[in-house]
């Protein structure tokens, strides 16, 4: 259902995971992640493609609506409807 690896950026230890289902039902790994200890949503970063931005563009915006993105809707909703989390759009 997920990979997850425990890498460090600059010395900060990070959780990245990617999940092995279709892209509309990631948000199951998200309420997955949202369950452990200590787990804060503004530190969550969800990284999703966007056909809709030129490739190799990128948006981050600290939180917002799905935007018509099926994977993020998936998110939203698994989270109990919660947007207060940082994404990046890459194109």
């Known amino acids: 259902m997920i990979a997850i690896t425990s890498p460090a950026i600059a010395g900060t230890p990070v959780l990245l ?3 092995r289902t279709y892209v509309n039902r990631s948000g199951r790994v998200a309420r997955h992640l949202a369950a ?3 787990f804060e949503l503004p530190k969550l970063l969800v990284v999703v493609d966007d ?3 030129p490739l190799g ?3 981050l915006r600290p939180s917002g609506s799905a ?3 099926n994977g993020m809707k998936s998110i939203v909703e698994q989270l109990g409807g919660a947007t207060e989390f940082p994404r990046l759009r890459m194109g």
């Open 67 to 69: 935007g018509g993105h």
């Open 36 to 38: 452990r200890p200590g």
């Open 57 to 59: 563009r990128l948006r």
């Open 17 to 19: 995971a990617k999940p």
């Open 51 to 53: 056909v809709y931005l």
